[in-house]
């Protein structure tokens, strides 16, 4: 909630700072923004960002399968939970 509430004040600042300031600033902002993309430095720390996320997505999606895969075989055949089944941990779900 509280970067929420964050973005919306920043978002608020910033529109009022962009009427108060009129085109020209605001071309000259978007032209800096330009350059700052188009900067190869960036360009590959963001590549770099961009391949880091998909990796550890899918890491958790495999994992998240394994775990579901898991509760899926310890079910009896009445869809109920064993009561004394050993968990990953070596303790009983009792």
Do not use: C
Request: proline letters at 1%; hydrophobic letters at 35%.
């Amino acid at each position: 909630m509280r970067y929420k509430l964050i973005f919306v004040v920043g978002l608020a600042v910033g529109f009022v700072i962009g009427t108060r300031a009129g085109r020209e600033q605001y071309e000259r902002m978007k032209k800096s923004a330009q350059a700052v993309a188009q900067n190869p430095a960036v360009r590959n720390a963001a590549e770099s960002a961009a391949q880091t996320g998909r990796q550890v997505a899918g890491k958790a999606l495999h994992a998240v399968g394994d775990q579901a895969q898991k509760i899926r075989s310890r079910r009896d055949h009445d869809g109920q939970f064993s009561v004394y089944e050993e968990d990953d941990w070596g303790t009983s779900n009792t």
